[in-house]
């Protein structure tokens, strides 16, 4: 059975940093691509890294040098490392596996997490 699940969210201050860690359990992170989106309040569901299965990783251009994605095949744990944190950074953030060939779009990601709250504000 596949899970994914999230967690290291939490309430920082603009400018701050924060680490997701997504721990995916029934499969292994080589066997589907693994990607981070986000969700803030009124707004699309908005795709932010993704891992594919042929190792490359790819950013949108909002968050390209303030996110990195990283993993650990012995965890079976993917990373979201977010930097230099803005308000508008504020949502709920999502880590997804599946079909990655339409990323940033989700609709191929067929394994979803239930999220992790980030809400930056001083």
């Known amino acids: 059975q596949v899970q994914l699940v999230e967690s290291g969210g939490g309430l920082v201050q603009p400018g701050g940093s924060l680490r997701l860690s997504c721990v995916a359990s029934g499969f292994t992170l080589d066997y589907y691509a693994i990607a981070w989106f986000r969700q803030a309040p009124g707004k699309e569901r908005e795709g932010l890294s993704c891992?594919?299965?042929?190792?490359?990783?790819y950013y949108a251009d909002s968050v390209k040098g303030r996110f990195i994605f990283s993993s650990d095949n012995v965890k079976n744990t993917v990373y979201l490392h977010l930097f230099n944190l803005k308000p508008e950074d504020t949502a709920v953030y999502y880590c997804?596996?599946?079909?990655?060939?339409?990323?940033?779009?989700?609709?191929?990601?067929?394994?979803w997490g239930q999220g992790t709250q980030v809400f930056v504000s001083s």
């Open positions: 891992f594919d299965t042929s190792g490359r990783t």
């Open positions: 997804a596996a599946g079909d990655g060939s339409a990323w940033p779009d989700p609709v191929h990601f067929g394994y």
